[in-house]
C-alpha cells in the first residue's frame, strides 16, 4: 500500500527565510512520482512542483525546491526567501507506476508573519 | 481555457435527499478522479476512472455511485445524503503515463448536508 505521511499539521514563517515542510513517502512500486500542492484560502489546488524516483537532481521550481532523499524516503518542500502569499496549506502527492490513483497526505498549513 | 470545471460550487442538502455532482474537463485526459476533503484529513480518494466506460472504488466509496459515460465528464452521485458526507469535494484528471504529470483539479465543491 502506498502512504504519505505529513508530520507538521502547521507551521510559521518570518516573511523572507526559508522553510521546510516535510513529507516522507512508503511505497512498493520501483518507480514514482511525488508532487507538491498549494491550497490557498480560497479553495484552489495549484500545482507546485514534481520529482520522479529516478531522477538524478532534486527538482527546483523557482522560489520551490524538492529535497528528494530516496534512501529514507522523504521528499521535503523547500520554500525560499517566503513571502506572504506563500500562507496556505501544503499537500505532498504520490503516485505510483503500479497504479493510477494520486495518494496525498493530510497536510502542512504555513503562516507567513510578517 | 477551461481546464476542470465542477458543477455546483455549492450545495445544501437535508438528510436523504440525493444529488449528483458534474465534472467535465477539456484536455482530453483519460483519468478522472472524485476526491473529498475534510479538515485533518487531506484529501481522499472516492471514486475514480481510468477511461470512458470505467469506473473503480478509491479509499472511501460507501455511499457514492460514479459514471462515466463521455471521455470529458465524470459524475459523482449520491443517493441518500449523510451528514458524514458534509464536506468539500474536488473533481481531478490527469494524463494516462506515468511521470511528470500532475493531477489537475476542479475549483471545488462544497456540499452541506443538513
Known amino acids: 500500500a502506498q502512504k504519505i505521511t505529513q508530520t507538521q499539521p502547521g507551521m510559521f514563517v518570518q516573511e523572507k527565510e526559508a522553510v521546510t515542510l516535510d513529507c516522507t513517502y512508503d511505497?512498493?512500486?520501483?518507480?514514482?512520482?511525488l508532487f507538491w500542492y498549494k491550497q490557498p484560502s480560497s479553495g484552489e489546488m495549484i500545482f507546485l512542483i514534481y520529482q520522479g524516483s529516478y531522477d538524478q537532481q532534486n527538482a527546483t521550481e523557482g522560489r520551490y525546491s524538492l529535497n528528494f532523499q530516496k534512501a529514507r524516503k522523504s521528499a521535503n518542500l523547500v520554500i525560499s526567501a517566503s513571502q506572504l502569499g506563500d500562507s496556505a496549506m501544503y499537500f505532498c502527492a504520490m503516485r505510483g507506476s503500479g497504479t493510477y490513483k494520486y495518494i496525498f497526505g493530510t497536510g502542512t498549513r504555513l503562516k507567513v508573519l510578517a | 481555457n477551461a481546464g476542470v470545471t465542477q458543477t455546483p460550487k455549492f450545495r445544501v442538502l437535508k438528510t436523504g435527499q440525493s444529488m449528483t455532482l458534474l465534472c467535465a474537463q477539456d484536455m482530453n485526459h483519460e483519468y478522472m478522479y472524485w476526491y473529498r476533503q475534510d479538515p485533518g484529513m487531506g484529501l481522499r480518494l472516492i471514486h475514480y476512472?481510468?477511461?470512458?466506460?470505467?469506473?473503480a472504488k478509491g479509499e472511501v466509496p460507501d455511499g457514492y455511485n460514479v459514471s462515466r459515460l463521455k471521455k470529458q465528464n465524470f459524475l459523482l452521485g449520491l443517493e441518500s445524503a449523510a451528514p458524514s458526507q458534509t464536506s468539500v469535494y474536488f473533481c481531478a484528471s490527469s494524463y494516462s503515463s506515468v511521470g511528470n504529470t500532475e493531477a489537475f483539479f476542479g475549483q471545488g465543491t462544497r456540499l452541506t448536508v443538513v
Open positions: 511505497t512498493s512500486d520501483p518507480s514514482y512520482g
Open positions: 476512472s481510468v477511461g470512458e466506460g470505467t469506473t
